[in-house]
């Protein structure tokens, strides 16, 4: 028998849609200083207390944005979330 997962209504403000863009992010940070909280042989975790600010390329339209999230999803793959400033699309 198979299991079915069920997901709960998404608590987001704001729909996400579809997007068949490149998107470029460049960080505006030429370093980021933070406190260790561990480390290992194959890398450290620490909190920069600090908003890590953002140029985004999305097709041929620029805005400024904060780095939100970074996620690895495999050897080869990462997902990034950059919040736009408001008011970047009006």
């Known amino acids: ?15 996400r849609l579809p997007l068949m863009a490149d998107v470029t992010v460049t960080l505006q940070s030429e370093s980021i200083q933070g406190a260790g909280r561990n480390i290992s042989a194959v890398g450290v975790y620490f909190i920069a207390e ?3 600010r953002a140029r985004v390329r999305i097709g ?9 999230r970074v996620e690895s999803h495999s050897e080869n793959s990462t997902g990034i979330a950059i919040r736009f400033d408001e008011g970047a699309f009006d």
């Open 1 to 15: 028998m198979s299991q079915r997962t069920t997901h709960a209504k998404s608590d987001r403000t704001y729909d």
């Open 50 to 52: 600090t908003e890590i």
């Open 60 to 68: 041929d339209r620029e805005v400024e944005g904060t780095l939100v």
